[in-house]
């Protein structure tokens, strides 16, 4: 049996939680599962993150390329791209 994934919901409200007949939650706070689809988006939401994060590290990583072909290229005495270029702070 998988454990389902479950929210806490708190009532804020300042009244007296186990008389009020508005209040539905009747303790204060009260834990439930989570419906199909926010279990969805959760998931959604959670690889939509690890594509943020690898398209970052793909970036950085191509930045770094670039950053130590500038820097090979300055130590031999050759011309830098313009890409390269901009990579420096002078």
Do not use: F, N, W, Y
């Not at 389902?4 to 539905?24: G, N, R």
């Not at 970052?56 to 791209?81: C, I, M, N």
């Amino acid at each position: 049996m998988a454990d389902t994934p479950t929210k806490v919901i708190v009532c804020c409200a300042d009244h007296d939680h186990a008389t009020s007949p508005d209040c539905e939650i009747k303790s204060g706070s009260v834990i439930v599962p989570l419906t199909a689809d926010e279990i969805a988006a959760q998931a959604a939401s959670a690889a939509q993150a690890q594509a943020d994060r690898d398209a970052r590290a793909k970036e950085q990583a191509a930045l770094d390329a670039l950053k130590a072909s500038a820097k090979a290229k300055l130590v031999a005495g050759q011309p830098l791209t313009s890409e390269e270029a901009d990579t420096l702070v002078i």
